[in-house]
C-alpha cells in the first residue's frame, strides 16, 4: 500500500537511552494490525518545497517515510519504535527532537517476514533471537506476545550493544519474563545473555556475535547448543546478519526457505 494513504499518529512517550538511542511510543489506530516482528513505515512531515524555490504557489510539506521493526506487542494498544540517530539523516536529524503530542505518520500496513509463522518444520523446541541497535525491536515485540512463551521449551535472547549505556530495555525484558510466565502453565525458560563489544562489563560477554558462536561461548552460556530443532532469528547490523548466517551454517543450521529450515533474518535496510 502507498505511503500516500499514510495515517497521523501521536507521540505519546519518549525515552533516551544514550546520545544515540531512543525509543518513542504513539497512539495505534483503530484496525492497525501486525504480526510480532514486522515493520511499519513511518513518516514525518519536512519543510522541504516540491516545487522549486521561486513557485508563486505555497509551500507543501513532503514527508519522509523509514521502516521501523514495531517493538510493542501485538495486542499493546500503543505503538512503540526504537532508533538509532544517524549523524545528518534525512530522517533520524529530526526524528530524535521528537516531543510529546508531536505527529508522525503511520503506513497502514505492516510489512516484512521476521516472524514465527514462517515456521513449518523442524518442530520447535528453542528460540534463539539474536540481535544488536534496535534490531531488539521485533523480538521485544515477539515476547510482549503469549503465544510465543507457550511455543518453546527455551527462547534464548542474545543482544549485543558496544556500551552498557546501550543495552536498552533490560527492565522491560525481565518484566516481560515475569509477566508472561504468570500466565503460562509451563512456559519457555528465558535466557537473556547481553554483550558488551567496545568495554569489559561485568556480566556480559565481550565478543561480537559471530565469533563467540564459533568458539562455542554463547552456548555455553546459555547452558543450550545449536540443536538442528532450533530455530533462529537475526536481526540488526546488515555484517553482523552475514557474519552470523555463515557461522550458524558452518553450525550445520539452515536458512529458512518456503517454512523448512532454522535462520530467518529480515531484509529492511
Given at each position: 500500500?502507498?505511503?500516500?494513504?499514510?495515517?497521523p499518529?501521536?507521540?505519546?512517550?519518549?525515552?533516551?537511552?544514550?546520545?544515540?538511542l531512543?525509543?518513542f511510543?504513539?497512539?495505534?489506530?483503530?484496525?492497525?494490525?501486525?504480526?510480532?516482528?514486522?515493520?511499519?513505515?513511518?513518516?514525518?512531515?519536512?519543510?522541504?518545497?516540491?516545487?522549486?524555490?521561486?513557485?508563486?504557489?505555497p509551500?507543501?510539506?513532503?514527508?519522509?517515510?523509514?521502516a521501523?521493526s514495531i517493538?510493542?506487542?501485538?495486542y499493546?494498544?500503543?505503538l512503540?519504535f526504537f532508533?538509532?540517530?544517524v549523524?545528518?539523516?534525512?530522517?533520524t536529524s529530526?526524528?530524535?527532537?521528537?516531543?510529546?503530542g508531536d505527529?508522525l505518520?503511520?503506513?497502514?500496513?505492516?510489512?516484512?517476514f521476521?516472524?514465527?509463522?514462517?515456521?513449518?518444520?523442524?518442530?520447535?523446541?528453542?528460540?534463539?533471537?539474536?540481535?544488536?541497535?534496535?534490531?531488539?525491536?521485533?523480538?521485544?515485540?515477539?515476547?510482549?506476545?503469549?503465544?510465543v512463551?507457550?511455543?518453546?521449551q527455551?527462547i534464548?535472547?542474545?543482544?549485543?550493544?558496544?556500551?552498557?549505556?546501550?543495552?536498552?530495555?533490560g527492565?522491560?525484558?525481565?518484566?516481560?519474563?515475569t509477566?508472561?510466565?504468570?500466565l503460562?502453565?509451563?512456559?519457555?525458560?528465558?535466557?537473556?545473555?547481553?554483550?558488551?563489544?567496545?568495554?569489559?562489563?561485568?556480566?556480559?560477554?565481550?565478543?561480537?556475535?559471530?565469533?563467540?558462536?564459533?568458539?562455542?561461548?554463547?552456548?555455553?552460556?546459555?547452558?543450550?547448543?545449536?540443536?538442528?530443532?532450533c530455530?533462529v532469528?537475526?536481526?540488526?547490523?546488515?555484517?553482523?546478519?552475514?557474519?552470523?548466517?555463515?557461522?550458524?551454517k558452518d553450525?550445520?543450521?539452515?536458512m529458512?526457505?518456503?517454512?523448512?529450515?532454522?535462520?530467518a533474518?529480515?531484509?529492511?535496510?
Amino acid at each position: 500500500m502507498s505511503d500516500q494513504n499514510a495515517t497521523p499518529i501521536k507521540v505519546l512517550s519518549k525515552t533516551v537511552w544514550s546520545p544515540n538511542l531512543f525509543s518513542f511510543t504513539t497512539t495505534r489506530p483503530d484496525g492497525f494490525r501486525f504480526e510480532a516482528g514486522q515493520f511499519a513505515r513511518l513518516g514525518l512531515a519536512t519543510d522541504d518545497l516540491l516545487a522549486n524555490k521561486n513557485a508563486t504557489k505555497p509551500a507543501i510539506a513532503s514527508k519522509i517515510f523509514r521502516a521501523y521493526s514495531i517493538a510493542s506487542g501485538p495486542y499493546d494498544e500503543y505503538l512503540e519504535f526504537f532508533s538509532v540517530v544517524v549523524p545528518d539523516g534525512a530522517f533520524t536529524s529530526h526524528l530524535q527532537h521528537l516531543q510529546v503530542g508531536d505527529t508522525l505518520y503511520l503506513n497502514p500496513e505492516p510489512f516484512g517476514f521476521l516472524t514465527l509463522s514462517r515456521y513449518q518444520e523442524p518442530t520447535p523446541k528453542t528460540l534463539w533471537l539474536l540481535a544488536t541497535g534496535t534490531g531488539l525491536a521485533p523480538f521485544l515485540s515477539m515476547l510482549g506476545e503469549l503465544t510465543v512463551w507457550e511455543s518453546y521449551q527455551k527462547i534464548i535472547l542474545v543482544y549485543s550493544a558496544r556500551t552498557k549505556k546501550e543495552l536498552a530495555y533490560g527492565d522491560r525484558i525481565g518484566e516481560l519474563a515475569t509477566t508472561f510466565g504468570e500466565l503460562c502453565d509451563d512456559p519457555a525458560q528465558l535466557i537473556y545473555l547481553p554483550i558488551v563489544t567496545r568495554e569489559q562489563v561485568q556480566g556480559c560477554l565481550n565478543a561480537r556475535i559471530p565469533k563467540l558462536i564459533a568458539d562455542g561461548k554463547i552456548e555455553q552460556s546459555a547452558g543450550t547448543a545449536f540443536e538442528d530443532t532450533c530455530h533462529v532469528m537475526l536481526c540488526g547490523n546488515p555484517q553482523m546478519v552475514e557474519d552470523t548466517k555463515q557461522a550458524l551454517k558452518d553450525r550445520g543450521l539452515t536458512m529458512n526457505r518456503r517454512g523448512v529450515g532454522n535462520i530467518a533474518v529480515e531484509n529492511y535496510w
